[in-house]
Structure formats: C-alpha cells, structure tokens
C-alpha cells in the first residue's frame, strides 16, 4: 500500500475507535481522523483511488455517520448522546471489517515491486518493431501485409543519474500500460479492475539508457512469451538476466499475445482462444508454435544487423549473436524449442513449463534446459512423455529441472501481483519464484554461453529435481 493509502486506513480505523474512547479524547481524534481521512483520499482520488480502497471507504463513511455528529456538535455542559454498548458493537465490527478487507484486497492483489537486480550492472530498456519483408501475416487476409513483431530489449547500462525515471511495466507509456492491463485481465475472463495495480508499477531499467562502458559484448537471451502472453510478462526475470551481463530480447506476437501496441497507435488484440475441441486447439497451437519459431528466427538475424550498425543504435558492436539462447515460457516454450531445432544459430535453449509442439520431431544439437511446474493429478500426463522425448533426442545434455512448489505462473511475474493461490502461481513466494528462476536460468547460461567452468547437475540440483538427458549419440 501507498503512504497515503496507509493513511487513509489508519484514520477510518481512528474514526471506528472514536465511540469507544474516553470523553476528553473524542473530539479531538475525531475531527483528526476525519480531517486526516478527507485529505488523504481526496488526493487519491486524483492521482487515482484503487478498488481496495473502496470497502475502506464505506467503512469510515459509516463509522463517521454515527462518531462524529454527536461530538462535533455537542453543546458545552450537556451530555453526548451515544447508541448503547450493545448496539455499536455490530456497528464497530462491520466497520472494522469493511475497512480491514481493503488492505486485505491490496496485499492479494498489489502494485507489483521488482526486486533489485543482483548483477554489477545498471539495466537499460529499449522497444523497437521490425517487418519481415519475406513473410506474409498468416492472421489477416491483406495480401501485402508483412509479419511484424515489437520486441524489448533489457541490456547492461551505465548508472543512471539518481531519480531517473524507471520505464513503466507493461508498456513504453502508462496509456500502453493500461491497454495491455485490461486486455489481459479480458484475456484470462478477469475483470479489468482486478489488475489495475499492475500498470501502476515501475521496473528498475531505464528506456533508452546508454549501454554500460567498456565495449564489452553481450550475449543475447531470445524470450517468447506464453500464449496471450506479452512481451514484458518476464520482466523481473529479465532485469535479473541483464544486471548480469545478457542482453535479453523479449518478443510480442501479433494477433497472438493479448495486446500488441504498434509504432502507429494501433492495438492488435489476440485473435486466439480456445474452442473446447481438443484436437482443433492443438492443431492451433501447432500452426500458431510455428510462427513464433520463425519470429525468432527473424529477430535474431535482426538482432545481428543491430550489432553490425546497419540497424542504427547505441548496441551497435554489443550484441554478441554467435552467443545466442532461445527461451520461451508455455507456448513460447515450445516454440523455443522448435527454433533451436530449425536454426543452428542458436547457441542454447531454456524452456520455461513449455509443452513441445514440433510436429516434425527433429532433433536439436543445442544443451537444453527445461523449468517445469510441480508435477500433480492435474498435470497433463502426455506432457512429462513428450517432453523427455524431445530432450532425450538431443545431441547435446540436457536438463529438465522441477521446482517443487511451482505452478505453471511461478515463470512469471504473476507471483509479483496476483493473489497468493499455491495453484495460480506456487507456493514460493513473491521474492522466492522470480529468484529461484532466474538462479537456475544463469547458471545455465554462464556455463552454455559463458563456458564458464560449471558443474551444472549440482548447481541446478540445489533449486529442485533434477534429470539429466545425455546425447543420443545413436546413428
């Protein structure tokens, strides 16, 4: 809860108290209460009054219909008049509920902190948008429409001057926040308000920060979101990443995650939802893996004019492409995979819950590293199957990691703002999941990319489960 936010509940739970003080005391915490009450949510509502502050509101609206009255208006030598103990005490219980059940809402559902990268590195963020000249849009019928993807970049950057804006979550502007917000929330059948925390919330990267000096080269981390999934979904995940040297380069798919805000101001919305047909919903997902595999595909090859200054930027001559992972979470887990197995660019792939989609079933010569959720009764039991055949097709060692007391969302941010449901997002807690993730994500990557020199069995063993896939070194 914000300051003010504080405030405000403080005051109603003073007017709430204000029956049950001694006579000297309650004129003046009344018309302290009250004045601190009307200060504090007057200005809130002008910078913007959350949902969970709603229920505190009644509850002091009410506690001050019946406290005040009688003690502002008072005359001197008379008694007050007050409702009997017996009857304000359901009075002052229902008050005290309303008013405790909004910090109550504002601790399950939160403005989101990020926690602070660990790295040497500041972090710096930048979006740009990119039209594959060479592909149609399968998604619309215009013939001369190209694929297009909007990605973000969080990379190593100078230390910014101290009180330099933070790039808001979700969004280049708090109006894209908003719109990517709501169309999520429509997304999963949530109402808007539920998540009208999320926009608020500031990351700890800077748009457009310099890069940090010293010339190193930094090696890129590709992220495909989940299906209506965006760009920004992984973003503590992301900082994380980059405080430590990585580049990373998340992509939103167009007509695929919930909202896409082009250059222009249009906003692309999903066209994908489920039809209750299983066979036509995989089928779906195999077409839609498709794409997203061929979108990063495209933006690495992107990514590598970047570096070579033929794509105007200050990450010219930083971006190390010859070491390059695929990642990707859910459904952009899958399509990770599936890049890694159609593009030998590709240094290493980390599959973040995915399930594999590839209907080719090739091979891919990458070490890989799978994240999975706690396997349970609602598990999909073709999903441990089909994923132990894909890594064990490998050429490569692979990992699959299980983390006990994961859920599908513990990959995410989710655990930064939804409500604390062990099945919705783990059981590992709001600081815990982003850290566990990113831990074992890094440790992969420093010994994939970095060859620095790892044991990576105990290294991923200290985070949760661990199987290791070695090479299929059959002809």
Not at 166 to 177: I, N, S, V
């Amino acid at each position: 809860m914000s300051p003010l936010e504080i405030l405000a509940s403080l005051s109603a739970v003073a007017l709430v108290a204000v029956r049950w003080l001694a006579p000297a005391t309650r004129r003046p915490v009344a018309i302290a209460a009250g004045t601190g009450f009307v200060l504090s949510v007057g200005v809130l509502g002008v910078v913007g009054l959350r949902w969970q502050m709603l229920p505190v509101l009644a509850g002091a609206v009410l506690a001050a219909a019946f406290a005040v009255p009688p003690v502002v208006r008072r005359r001197p030598g008379r008694p007050v008049r007050r409702a009997r103990w017996w009857l304000a005490l359901p009075g002052t219980a229902l008050c005290a509920g309303l008013i405790g059940a909004g910090p109550l809402a504002a601790w399950a559902c939160p403005v989101p902190v990020f926690p602070e990268p660990t790295g040497r590195f500041a972090v710096g963020t930048r979006v740009m948008q990119w039209t594959d000249p060479n592909r149609a849009e399968a998604a619309t019928a215009e013939p001369d429409d190209r694929r297009t993807v909007v990605v973000q970049l969080w990379y190593p950057a100078a230390k910014s001057p101290a009180g330099a804006r933070r790039a808001p979550y979700l969004g280049r502007t708090q109006q894209e926040a908003r719109t990517v917000s709501d169309a999520l929330a429509d997304y999963v059948g949530l109402p808007g308000f539920l998540l009208d925390g999320v926009p608020r919330a500031h990351s700890h990267a800077v748009f457009n920060a310099p890069p940090a000096d010293g010339g190193e080269r930094f090696p890129v981390v590709l992220f495909s979101p989940g299906l209506g999934g965006v760009r920004t979904q992984n973003t503590a995940w992301a900082e994380e990443l980059a405080g430590h040297g990585y580049a990373v380069v998340a992509l939103d798919h167009p007509y695929d995650s919930a909202a896409v805000v082009l250059a222009d101001g249009r906003t692309i919305r999903t066209r994908i939802s489920a039809t209750g047909d299983d066979d036509e919903d995989n089928r779906r997902a195999v077409e839609t893996t498709a794409v997203r595999a061929a979108d990063l595909s495209f933006v690495l090859t992107q990514l590598g004019r970047v570096d070579r200054g033929e794509i105007a930027g200050p990450l010219t001559g930083r971006l190390d492409v010859d070491r390059a992972a695929v990642t990707g979470h859910s459904l952009g887990g899958g399509a990770a995979l599936q890049a890694a197995g159609q593009d030998a660019r590709f240094a290493a792939v980390i599959n973040l819950d995915g399930y594999p989609r590839d209907p080719g079933a090739r091979p891919f010569h990458q070490p890989a590293l799978a994240l999975t959720q706690a396997i349970g009764p609602q598990t999909d039991p073709r999903y441990l199957p089909r994923l132990t055949e894909v890594l064990d097709r490998g050429t490569a060692t692979s990992y699959r990691l299980t983390l006990p007391g994961a859920a599908h969302l513990t990959f995410t941010d989710g655990p930064l703002y939804l409500p604390p449901v062990p099945a919705l997002v783990g059981s590992l807690g709001r600081t815990e999941s982003p850290r566990v993730v990113a831990a074992a994500t890094l440790a992969f990557l420093d010994s994939t990319l970095r060859h620095e020199r790892i044991d990576l069995s105990p290294a991923l063993s200290a985070y949760g489960d661990l199987n290791v896939h070695h090479p299929d070194t059959s002809p």
